[in-house]
Structure formats: C-alpha cells, structure tokens
C-alpha cells in the first residue's frame, strides 16, 4: 500500500540541513549488539544494555528530524531460541528500559504501543508494558512501537485468525481487511527501515507492511548508531524515488 503521509522535512540545526522529505514511519532493526560487545570482550548482555541506552537519543533525533511513527525491533519470536542467560537479560531490559525512560517518554509526548503476543512474557514485564501503553496513551508528539515478543508471520497468522472469529465472507477479504487485524492497525506502513550491523536480511519484522519499504542498511552496530548515522539514512531516503511497484515519469516517457 503506497504510503502518502510522507511529510516536509522540519527544520533542523546547522549541522543537519532540512531535507527535501521524511518518512512519516520508520523502522529500525537495532542488529549488532552481540558483536559490539565481543569487541570489548565484554558479555553480550551488555551489547544489549548499550542499545538499550542508544535507544534514547534515536528517539530524540527521530523528533528532531520530523518523523511520526518510530518502529523498533526489541524481541522477536525467535528470540526464544537463544541461551536462557541471555533471553532472561533481554527481559529485564525491558523492565530496566521502562523504569529508567518512562517520565523522559511522557514529557517529550512520545506515545508508547506493542507490537506482539503478550503469552508467554513473564507477568511483571506484561504490567510494565500495558503501564506504559496506558500512561503515554494520550502523547501525539511521537508513536513509539516498541516490536517485544513479535513476529512477522505471527502477526499475520493472528490477523487470519481474528478474520476468522470475525466471520468476513472470503469474498469480501481485501488488504485493507487484513491492515484492521494487525498489531499496527490504523498506522501507515513503513516507508524507511533501518537495519544496523551491514547485514541484509527482514528478520520476519514487518512482513506484511514492508512491501513497499524503502531499506536502508549501515554497518554501523546498534550501540554506535548515532545522531549522524540516522541522518545520512534519511538523506539517503529524501535521494530515492519510489514506484510501489509502477514506474515514474521519467520511465513512462522514455
């Protein structure tokens, strides 16, 4: 689905010249927090925890720059796979990232929602989220998605399910009819998703809704992608033509 909530880039400081346009919705796969702390031979936990803390600043720059709706990949359904030490530290940083940021969210009006299943996440970090969906319920600054216990496929087998229960006649299914059932309901797509570390891969995030995404891959890892490293994604971006499966003028006429 073609996306028209691009908007007119905000003016922004010296360093950062306005540009020409910024996605409304951006993604953010945050890769590369295992490497950034085998690096400094320290365990990866603390990768984890050093992204955690990164999370803060890409939060005020994607304010800064304009842009709407924030997407980032925390947990996947995959994630259960790895070392129990390390799936129990994911969740505790939740818990930590809620406790240290939450008051930080509410004054700069940043709206907090899930994305993913609640089952089988322990009962304390449920609270802590449903506490920081209601609390930020009414900020409008900013649509923070915060992607824990989510899975691409699994959220489109959900959607099936609830269209299901829903009782629609097949015939009367379209895209728009499955957009209602999903966790991002109501959002437009993503028009840019960020994926750091220099690996390319979707990673069952956002399946449905990057049909038509612009990506953007940097080799940058999580912890270290900085105000500028967002930037040059977006100017990157506002450089691009999209054609959502057509062709532009230029190519009509050629």
Sequence with gaps: ???????????????FPPLPKVPYHVGIIMDGNGRWAKRRNLPRTMGHRAGAEN????IESTVEFGVKILTIYAFSTENWKRPKTEVKGLMSLLHYYFNRELDELLKNGVRVRHLGKMDGIAPRTQK??????????????LILNVAFNYGGRAEILDAIRQIVAAKIPPEEITEETVNRFLYTAGQPDPDLIIRTSGEFRTSNFLTWQAAYSEYYITPILGPDFNKQAYYQALKDF????????GLDDEEETG
């Design 128 to 141: 802590e989220i449903r506490q920081a969906v209601e609390k930020t319920a009414h900020n409008d600054r």
């Design 1 to 15: 689905m073609a996306n028209e909530h691009i908007l007119e880039a905000e003016k922004t400081d010296t360093e």
């Design 55 to 58: 999370l803060r600043g890409i």
């Design 238 to 245: 506002s450089q691009r033509k999209r054609r959502f499966g």
